[in-house]
């Protein structure tokens, strides 16, 4: 795992540097759907505490997450893995009395109207997925729109633009970029920020805490990010060649 992303440059010069970017943001969005995917486990405890966060991002949200979750990190917790086991499945499995009983990571139970699973957002990140030549692996259980596989879809996207831009494919990597940017807008933005309040509200410890509002803020950025790349590119497609 490497070090999580901090805030993008204004104008990466070259390819290579702006290829950088990707991977940081890939490595990013793969640290945050492994939080996600399930309970901590020692493999990513030791990593985690092996991670040197920033200290200052830009984005207030961003800031206030590295802070929970480094200040959580730092203290001494005998049974740490299970105080986050316990927590884990507090925040993201419940008790199954409703659908309001936790904060069920799924896009579904968020956009439909009785909160329920395998609806119509299952299918469209699905479609989505396909669209890129990807779907859901043989050992994934869970839905197609869990948190986890959405942010996933992202890192993935984000290292195949890094890939592209190795190569000095442009128009490859500016599709991936478009297809990045419409996917967050789309999916992520749309109904994570919802789900991170009730992380909050569920959450007993700060690491869970300070995913709510990491996750916020990485969010945040990459959107700007991506928006402005995407802004760029037609800016180019107009005056260019």
């Known amino acids: 795992m490497t070090e999580p992303e901090t805030t993008a440059p204004d104008a990466p010069a070259t390819l290579a540097e702006l290829a950088g970017l990707c991977r940081q943001r890939a490595a ?16 990513l405890l030791a990593e985690l505490h092996g991670l040197r966060f920033p200290a200052s991002t830009g984005n207030e949200a961003a800031d206030a997450g590295y802070r929970l979750i480094a ?29 309001y009983s936790a904060a069920y990571p799924y896009e579904s139970v968020y956009t439909s109207e009785k909160r329920l699973l395998m609806q119509a957002a299952r299918d469209e990140v699905l479609a989505v997925y396909r669209s890129q030549g990807l779907d859901k692996q043989a050992g994934w259980k869970e839905a197609e729109d869990h948190v986890a596989a959405e942010l996933e879809f992202m890192q ?14 442009e128009d490859a990597a500016a599709a991936l970029v478009a297809v990045q940017r419409n996917f967050l807008a789309d999916h992520l933005a ?23 509002a990491l996750t916020d803020g990485l969010l945040a950025i990459d959107g700007a990010f991506l928006a402005d ?13």
Request: no cysteine.
């Open 28 to 43: 990013t969005y793969g640290l945050l759907s492994r939080l996600y995917r399930t309970e901590v486990d020692d493999d």
């Open 71 to 99: 200040g959580y990190l730092s203290e001494r917790h005998d049974n740490a893995l299970v105080e986050l086991a316990i927590d884990y499945a507090h925040v993201f499995i419940g008790h199954g009395v409703d659908s």
């Open 156 to 169: 993935i996207m984000a290292e195949r633009t890094a890939d592209a831009l190795d190569r000095g494919d």
């Open 190 to 212: 749309s109904w994570v920020p919802v789900m991170t309040l009730d992380v909050r509200k569920f959450a007993n410890t700060d690491l869970y805490r300070g995913l709510a």
């Open 229 to 241: 790349a995407v802004a760029d590119d037609a800016d180019d497609a107009v005056v260019g060649d």
